[in-house]
């Protein structure tokens, strides 16, 4: 890594510092760049998250820690077609293999494509010609190419942190191969799995004719030729494994664990999102209840849940549908002084969250499908290593291909669900500690900063035009 080029970041979201700390909330993309980018002062431009009537074209900038934002407000109309429409009601959910959901609308389209042509516009004096430029995730796939046509020459990388689908189900994409071409004008893309990046070569070679190196990841078209590779995320271990020795971390878990007492915890943290498999989450502690009704009083399952994208329909279909089911589970189940089920729909600092982790015996990462997933390796971190819990994991999370030693399930089976919980319940210490030993060196070492290291290596190598 060349030390004196800059680092500029883009990303939908930006992590403005008076906004930092609500990290349960933001998902990871926002803590992951956060480290990254102390590491080299850098300018991170993006949305500024307001919604205004009139745009003015200004930059709102701020400089905190060596590390400046830059940020841009977008028209509700931007908002609705770009952020809402595109990016949510289309993009996500076909990249999340839900075909049933994706809607594909010309209009929002064109939003899409106009924000960022917007932000190329307004990112393009910004930046200096030696910075090298990363750009982050599906809601900014044709930036880089909105560069290049403004004539930047820059290093410029994208990466993507939600899964890449199969070829069969991307090309329900109207306009799928003017998306992708887009993307062959950046210098390195970078997937969270080779599952990911091998489905994204399989489309280049399958349905644009690419020439495609599969071990350098070389995709050659027209004369231009991008470089694609895995590189798995990781969470920033230091400051994480640093939060145990906090108050508030220490508080947050002898109040969940004074308030379960003889009852094990099981916890799930997850935006409310339907790719997390929540409902199926739900049906499948229901089937553990049926099953093993004895076993009531002895568990009571965490699950936390802050509200997300809630101007898109989806979303509020996922939510009324989860309170329902938690509400059955625990009209059913539920005694005098026993509650089952908590669900709470708001968010946790990351010090609280760790708290809650380690008062949990069990953790509950259940995606029907997720690029990658930081909970499942947070839950890890906040683990006691003398006596620590389970991690239960959808075999369909990125996570999965780097943490095979938890306990792995299938996520739309109740029946397997339900299993995994009984072994979870009664895996003797020895085992989770077996399991555990397993599996924290990889949450440790391929951290995120590991992760921006090896991105920004193979981009400066890339070289510039
Ligand atoms: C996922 C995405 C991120 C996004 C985050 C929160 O992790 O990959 O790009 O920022 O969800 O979603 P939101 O729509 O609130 O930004």
């Not at 339907?274 to 009531?296: C, M, Q, T």
Request: glycine share 8%.
């Amino acid at each position: 890594m060349r030390e004196t080029s800059r680092l500029v970041v883009v990303s939908n979201r930006v992590a403005v510092p008076k906004a930092r700390g609500a990290a349960g909330a933001q998902g990871g993309l926002a803590g992951a760049l956060n480290a990254a980018l102390k590491k080299r002062s850098g300018v991170w431009f993006g949305w500024s998250g307001q919604e205004v009537e009139q745009q003015t074209g200004e930059i709102s900038t701020q400089t905190t820690d060596g590390v400046t934002t830059a940020t841009i407000d977008l028209s509700k109309r931007d908002v609705d077609e770009y952020y809402n429409g595109y990016a949510n009601s289309t993009l996500w959910p076909l990249f999340h293999y839900r075909l049933d959901l994706a809607e594909y609308e010309r209009e929002t389209g064109k939003g899409y494509e106009r924000v960022n042509e917007r932000f190329a516009q307004m990112l393009e004096p910004l930046v200096e010609p030696e910075d090298v430029v990363w750009i982050h995730d599906y809601h900014l796939i044709p930036l880089g190419e909105r560069l290049r046509a403004r004539g930047l020459k820059n290093r410029i990388g994208f990466f993507l942190h939600i899964p890449w689908p199969p070829t069969r189900l991307f090309v329900s994409l109207p306009f799928h191969e003017r998306l992708v071409r887009t993307m062959l004008h950046y210098d390195l893309l970078g997937f969270q799995t080779k599952e990911w990046l091998e489905s994204f070569l399989h489309y280049c070679r399958t349905e644009l004719g690419a020439e495609v190196d599969d071990d350098s990841g070389a995709v050659t078209l027209e004369g231009r030729t991008t470089v694609a590779r895995a590189y798995p995320i990781g969470i920033d271990w230091d400051h994480f494994s640093a939060l145990g020795e906090t108050g508030e971390a220490r508080q947050a878990q002898q109040r969940l664990m004074s308030s379960t007492r003889h009852r094990t915890a099981m916890i799930g943290v997850d935006r409310l999102d339907y790719s997390k498999g929540l409902p199926e989450r739900l049906d499948g502690i229901s089937r553990f209840f049926d099953r093993h009704p004895d076993r009531v009083r002895d568990l009571v399952f965490v699950q936390v849940a802050p509200p997300s994208r809630e101007d898109v329909e989806s979303y509020k279909e996922i939510r009324a549908l989860l309170e329902r089911k938690a509400g059955q589970i625990n009209g059913a189940r539920s005694e005098v002084d026993l509650v089952p089920v908590r669900y709470v729909n708001r968010g946790y600092s990351h010090a609280q969250l760790f708290g809650f982790f380690r008062a949990s015996k069990i953790g509950l990462v259940t995606p029907l499908r997720d690029g990658m997933n930081l909970v499942a390796k947070e839950y890890l971190a906040a683990q006691d290593p003398k006596d620590p819990g389970v991690l239960i994991l959808s075999r369909f999370a990125g996570a999965a291909a780097q943490l095979g030693d938890a306990v792995l399930v299938n996520p739309h089976s109740p029946d397997d669900l339900s299993h995994a919980i009984r072994i979870a319940l009664d895996m003797p210490l020895a085992e989770r500690r077996e399991r555990y030993e397993k599996l924290i060196g990889t949450v440790r070492d391929d951290n995120v900063q590991s992760w921006t290291e090896d991105f920004l290596r193979d981009l400066d190598a890339a070289g510039a035009r």
